[in-house]
């Protein structure tokens, strides 16, 4: 008798904890987290202090954080490397001092339920699964895994986050001055140290993108400069994807760095850089006429890579479906960058 009620026992046990751990398993696997906010003590000491190597990609930008209140950091939309360096940097910035992170994309009409997510005690997938997926070009597991890594971080409840963006309905506005003006906002209450985390379009500082017979576009990163200069910094990834004169998409690698056999991810201002003054051309970026490397970016980071990969959409994400028709374009660009690298002249 007793046996039979053991055994019936560890059956109901069994029941019970095998929906919460497949549960689990759902959730961890939806947004693909990468436990890593734990180490980040043990070696946090080391790039605090590692301050002779200027070259070290992490210590590079922490120490920017020195001499600058607002750092702007611009990638490539959907770069499986640009966003794996990103989701890694956070928790060393946290630990720099820096807790206030504004991002691209997510829409400012989010702004209260991120604040409900970051202050749960428990990580809750479906109120992040509603907060990321008000434009379909954000359907993706890395942007997702930023969030998660700082609701991680967050357990001492003060790390916040800005969101920048107007929402779908609202692409009338400009984009860039709404951006600017969330994140001015949030400034100007604390004057907190930020980490902007943008596309490269937005991320000019002193550099304007040109619109066209002499017009030029104010960029966001034009106005946070314009309000304040010495406290705005913006720095990109590389190697950079450009369209060349030639209208072919392909990798622009820094002159006399090979990015692919880098067996470190390096960063270093462009003032400082030998070949600040090499011509830089995108038709996507300065559009006409062409500027030097000098011209457009403060500081750059080179990360080892052996290739460039495209992040997938997440699947889990309700009516994902929507970005197909974008994923598979920029699908065809990658596919054409993987044939060729161009040398930008």
């Known amino acids: 008798m007793r046996n039979k009620i053991f055994v019936c026992i560890s059956f109901v046990l069994v029941l019970l904890v095998l929906p919460f751990n497949e549960s689990f398993s759902q959730i961890t696997d939806s947004v693909n987290i990468k436990v890593g906010a734990e180490r980040v003590e043990d070696y946090f000491n080391f790039y605090k202090e590692k301050k002779t190597d200027n070259r070290d990609a992490i210590n590079y930008f922490l120490h920017k954080y020195d001499n600058y209140d607002i750092i702007i950091l611009g990638e490539h939309h959907r770069v499986q490397s640009e966003l794996d360096f990103t989701n890694e940097l956070l928790p060393y910035l946290y ?13 400012q009409d989010s702004q209260d339920k991120l604040k409900v997510f970051m202050h749960k005690d428990t990580f809750d997938y479906i109120l992040l699964n509603n907060i990321i997926s008000y434009k379909p070009r954000w359907y993706i597991k890395e942007y997702e895994q930023l969030l998660y890594s700082l609701w991680q971080l967050n357990k001492n409840k003060d790390i ?27 400034y100007k209450k604390s004057e907190e140290k930020i980490l902007v985390y943008c596309g490269r379009n937005h991320s000019f ?15 966001m990163g034009n106005i946070l400069f314009e309000k304040y200069p010495k406290s705005v910094f913006n720095i990109n990834f590389f190697p950079a994807i450009v369209l060349d004169t030639s209208n072919i998409y392909c990798i622009y690698n820094l002159p006399t760095i090979d990015s692919f056999n880098n067996k470190e991810s390096i960063g270093f201002d462009m003032d400082s850089a030998s070949y600040k003054n ?50 598979n374009e920029i699908s065809k660009i990658f ?6 690298n161009c040398n930008n002249k």
Do not use: W
């Open 95 to 107: 630990k720099y001092g820096v807790k206030t992170f504004a991002f691209e994309f997510l829409s």
């Open 205 to 219: 500082t002193d550099f304007y993108q040109y619109a066209g017979k002499g017009d030029s576009i104010m960029r």
């Open 335 to 340: 596919k054409t960058i993987k044939k060729c």
């Open 278 to 327: 090499n011509i830089f051309y995108d038709k996507h970026l300065a559009r006409n006429p062409k500027h030097s490397l000098g011209d457009i970016f403060n500081g750059v980071i080179i990360l080892n890579q052996s290739d460039i990969q495209i992040c997938l959409p997440d699947k889990t994400i309700e009516n994902y479906i929507s970005m197909f028709e974008e994923y």
């Open 160 to 186: 916040r986050i800005i969101a920048c963006d107007a929402s779908e309905n609202d692409s009338f506005l400009d984009r860039d001055s709404l951006m600017a003006i969330n994140i001015l906002s949030e």
